[in-house]
């Protein structure tokens, strides 16, 4: 259905009007605002607090899941080397907050009866926030779709207990383990490469007949300034793993354990397929992008409508797609929404100006990490400016400070 931009954003004016005048006016009668964030995970979170913290707004947080677990460092439990306890949180603190959450899985957002539609019925909104995370292009792989039970991708939550039964079948049996790496944009691009150390030390430290076998669409490892130091940590696994640069994967035949890639045939024991991504279903549904969400910079409002706000990985920009940055840009969108309920300007954007940055970890072995920061500026009408600063080697300070962030940020998210 199209509609006017025009009638639709003296729609959205008239109506933030009216939301600014119950603020300002008649607040201790008028209902608050409401708000739905849907997705509670690193950017919902992030939008959810904020908001129920201002006390200007009802939030509602949509979430399929009844609690909550970290992809970031959760290689360390595929790898066997910690209980999956440490990377799970339950939302008892959102309660907490007043923040209604409701636990289903949202099938569709209604645009124009300004509605988010659950299984359960229907939440209507004066601002949406959608962080709903990522999903996987099956069909990118011929052969996977029959194969999904058995070849589990584990890059959203909960999904990597699947893969660690994987990874301990192969430690116990031997063979060949093979990660398979997509061309990004792809949520943490490192984690591939870093799931696979994890496992090849294990292959070392027990002494296993097997390899583990990265192969990678990309000519080096992703993102490209982090080449550098993840090839030298997959190197210092010479004997436990190898790497298959520049090798493009079609196809996978299951029964007889076969990759098809543009260097013939792969065997596996087993196989962790990392597959392309794209936004969840939802977002094309309601018309607010193809692949990725189409989003305005700074404000990451999507750029079909003004009401919602599309942040976290399912975002279409050029920034990566990080935790990190999803938290912090929930926070951000938070604030704004608040500041558009209390009617108060935007702030005039003269030059280029910040976006929430990002840090992410990649472990090379249990105890050695290193540390991907990522700045972004964007000026207006251009595209995002990144700079990054990696360490040029892993080592056991960045492991400590990956820990260290973790814990800090479940704790903004959680605690
Ligand atoms: C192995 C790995 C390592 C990583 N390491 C790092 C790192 O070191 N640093 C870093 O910053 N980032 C890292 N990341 C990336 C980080 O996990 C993502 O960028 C982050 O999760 C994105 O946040 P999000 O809010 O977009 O999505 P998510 O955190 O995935 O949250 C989406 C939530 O939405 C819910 N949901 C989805 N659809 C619906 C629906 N229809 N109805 C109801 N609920 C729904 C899901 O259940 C989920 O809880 C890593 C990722 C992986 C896979």
Redesign the pocket.
């Given at each position: 259905m199209t509609r006017s931009t025009i009638s639709r954003r003296a729609v959205v004016h008239a109506g933030l009007a009216a939301s600014a005048a119950l603020v300002a006016g008649c607040a201790t009668t008028a209902a608050k605002p409401r708000v739905v964030v849907?997705?509670?995970?690193?950017?919902?979170l992030g939008a959810a607090r904020t908001l129920a913290r201002s006390g200007k707004v009802e939030v509602t947080l949509?979430?399929?899941?009844d609690a909550?677990m970290?992809?970031?460092?959760?290689?360390h439990y595929i790898a066997g080397l910690q209980p999956a306890t440490d990377f799970q949180r339950n939302y008892a603190a959102i309660d907490a907050m007043g923040i209604r959450r409701v636990r289903?899985?949202?099938?569709a957002i209604d645009r124009s009866g300004s509605a988010v539609v659950?299984p359960g019925g229907r939440l209507p909104y004066d601002f949406l926030v959608l962080?709903?995370?990522?999903e996987y292009m099956e069909e990118a792989v011929s052969g996977y779709a029959e194969a999904r039970a058995q070849l589990p991708v584990?890059?959203?939550?909960f999904e990597q207990s699947a893969v660690r039964a994987q990874v301990e079948r192969f430690l116990a049996n031997g063979g060949s383990f093979v990660i398979s790496v997509p061309k990004p944009p792809y949520?943490?691009p490192p984690?591939p490469y870093?799931?696979a150390c994890l496992i090849a030390e294990q292959v070392r430290r027990r002494g296993v007949k097997g390899k583990v076998i990265v192969v990678d669409t990309n000519p080096n490892p992703m993102p490209p300034p982090t080449a550098k130091p993840l090839v030298a940590a997959m190197r210092s696994y010479a004997a436990e793993l190898e790497y298959l640069p520049s090798t493009d994967l079609s196809a996978v035949d299951i029964g007889r354990r076969r990759l098809t890639t543009t260097m013939g045939d792969v065997p596996f024991t087993e196989a962790n397929l990392v597959l392309p991504m794209r936004a969840?279903a939802?977002i094309r549904q309601a018309g607010l992008g193809e692949r990725w969400a189409a989003i305005k910079l700074p404000s990451f409002v999507s750029q079909a409508d003004e009401k919602i706000y599309v942040?976290?990985?399912?975002q279409g920009t050029p920034l990566p797609?990080?935790?990190?940055?999803?938290f912090g840009t929930?926070v951000q969108v938070g604030h704004d929404i608040v500041r558009r309920v209390s009617g108060e300007a935007a702030p005039a954007a003269s030059g280029p100006v910040s976006l929430p940055p990002?840090?992410?970890?990649a472990s090379a072995s249990h105890d050695k990490a290193i540390m991907i920061s990522v700045g972004a500026t964007v000026a207006p009408g251009e595209a995002p400016k990144m700079s990054f600063q990696i360490d040029p080697e892993a080592n056991t300070a960045s492991s400590q400070g990956?820990t260290a962030w973790g814990r800090t940020m479940w704790k903004n998210m959680l605690g």
């Amino acid at each position: 259905m199209t509609r006017s931009t025009i009638s639709r954003r003296a729609v959205v004016h008239a109506g933030l009007a009216a939301s600014a005048a119950l603020v300002a006016g008649c607040a201790t009668t008028a209902a608050k605002p409401r708000v739905v964030v849907l997705g509670g995970g690193w950017g919902g979170l992030g939008a959810a607090r904020t908001l129920a913290r201002s006390g200007k707004v009802e939030v509602t947080l949509v979430e399929a899941n009844d609690a909550f677990m970290s992809c970031p460092l959760s290689a360390h439990y595929i790898a066997g080397l910690q209980p999956a306890t440490d990377f799970q949180r339950n939302y008892a603190a959102i309660d907490a907050m007043g923040i209604r959450r409701v636990r289903e899985r949202a099938s569709a957002i209604d645009r124009s009866g300004s509605a988010v539609v659950t299984p359960g019925g229907r939440l209507p909104y004066d601002f949406l926030v959608l962080s709903p995370g990522i999903e996987y292009m099956e069909e990118a792989v011929s052969g996977y779709a029959e194969a999904r039970a058995q070849l589990p991708v584990g890059f959203r939550a909960f999904e990597q207990s699947a893969v660690r039964a994987q990874v301990e079948r192969f430690l116990a049996n031997g063979g060949s383990f093979v990660i398979s790496v997509p061309k990004p944009p792809y949520r943490c691009p490192p984690a591939p490469y870093e799931r696979a150390c994890l496992i090849a030390e294990q292959v070392r430290r027990r002494g296993v007949k097997g390899k583990v076998i990265v192969v990678d669409t990309n000519p080096n490892p992703m993102p490209p300034p982090t080449a550098k130091p993840l090839v030298a940590a997959m190197r210092s696994y010479a004997a436990e793993l190898e790497y298959l640069p520049s090798t493009d994967l079609s196809a996978v035949d299951i029964g007889r354990r076969r990759l098809t890639t543009t260097m013939g045939d792969v065997p596996f024991t087993e196989a962790n397929l990392v597959l392309p991504m794209r936004a969840p279903a939802l977002i094309r549904q309601a018309g607010l992008g193809e692949r990725w969400a189409a989003i305005k910079l700074p404000s990451f409002v999507s750029q079909a409508d003004e009401k919602i706000y599309v942040i976290g990985d399912a975002q279409g920009t050029p920034l990566p797609k990080s935790g990190h940055v999803a938290f912090g840009t929930g926070v951000q969108v938070g604030h704004d929404i608040v500041r558009r309920v209390s009617g108060e300007a935007a702030p005039a954007a003269s030059g280029p100006v910040s976006l929430p940055p990002g840090l992410c970890w990649a472990s090379a072995s249990h105890d050695k990490a290193i540390m991907i920061s990522v700045g972004a500026t964007v000026a207006p009408g251009e595209a995002p400016k990144m700079s990054f600063q990696i360490d040029p080697e892993a080592n056991t300070a960045s492991s400590q400070g990956a820990t260290a962030w973790g814990r800090t940020m479940w704790k903004n998210m959680l605690g």
